[in-house]
């Protein structure tokens, strides 16, 4: 096993999953991390469930499927999520939410590898782990060489020379790269890392086609990939589905 792939924030976008794993196939790649969120917003949530299942060897909860449990974290949702929260609690079978009750929130293989899907240190501040400064709390919780999160739904790395979960970091402490693709990151031999791969299924970045990375521990790197799909599809599917018109109308925007 040399690649992984790492997928997150799908967000019931059935079009940009597809697209996403058919990249896969032909890189030949065919393991699979999942850090979550592969509902909420989207019209196909029960589609993307059934498509994945089976298929990672890692998979973490998000906090849009916490939120079908929880009313707490329902309750951190604005109008549109809460809306498309409920619209797609009444999709999911008792099958599919007992599968999504099972998975775990965070998978730890200290000092290698943790997976988590918004930040290593809960009960959260730093939900959003997408700065220097939030990188540096969120740090506190990483006691691996990597740490892989989403949730912010834009593609980041961030590293410290600090090896140690004690250290108070401040973001000088921690150096932030914006990741491009055709430029594959390269995990610095010392230190700690935290890497996302932005969303497969509603990026924030600015640009809306499907994003994952490729993770290679053993050569270090993390490679970004955008794939191009049919994002009019997605949007016509998800008016056709009477959702809120904002969550289509962002796909086109990257937003
Ligand atoms: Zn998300």
């Not at 029960?46 to 990672?56: D, K, M, P, S, T």
């Amino acid at each position: 096993m040399a690649q992984i792939a790492i997928i997150s924030d799908i967000h019931g976008n059935l079009p940009a999953l597809s697209a996403v794993m058919d990249d896969m196939e032909r890189a030949g790649v065919h393991e699979i991390i999942c850090l979550g969120d592969v509902i909420g917003y989207g019209c196909q949530p029960e589609a993307c469930l059934e498509r994945l299942a089976g298929r990672c060897m890692v998979s973490v909860r998000g906090n849009h499927e916490d939120a079908l449990f929880d009313a707490t974290v329902a309750e951190d949702f604005n109008s549109v999520a809460r809306t498309a929260l409920e619209w797609t609690r009444k999709r999911l079978s008792a099958d599919h939410l007992r599968g999504i009750a099972q998975t775990r929130l965070v998978f730890d293989r200290s000092p290698y590898l943790i997976c988590v899907h918004d930040t290593p240190v809960p009960p959260s501040t730093t939900g959003y782990v997408g700065d220097p400064l939030t990188a540096g709390l969120a740090f506190r919780g990483v006691d691996a060489r990597v740490c892989l999160v989403g949730h912010t739904h834009v593609p980041m790395a961030f590293h410290t020379e600090s090896d140690r979960c004690e250290d108070r970091l401040g973001p000088c402490d921690v150096e932030a790269t914006i990741l491009h693709e055709d430029e594959p990151y390269r995990l610095r031999s010392l230190g700690r890392h935290i890497l996302n791969p932005g969303s497969v299924g509603q990026p924030r970045d600015g640009d809306p086609r499907a994003s994952y990375a490729m993770l290679d521990l053993k050569e270090g790197t993390f490679e970004l990939r955008r794939i191009e799909y049919d994002v009019a599809e997605a949007q016509r599917q998800m008016r056709r589905a009477g959702l809120p018109d904002l969550l289509a109308y962002r796909l086109a925007l990257g937003a």
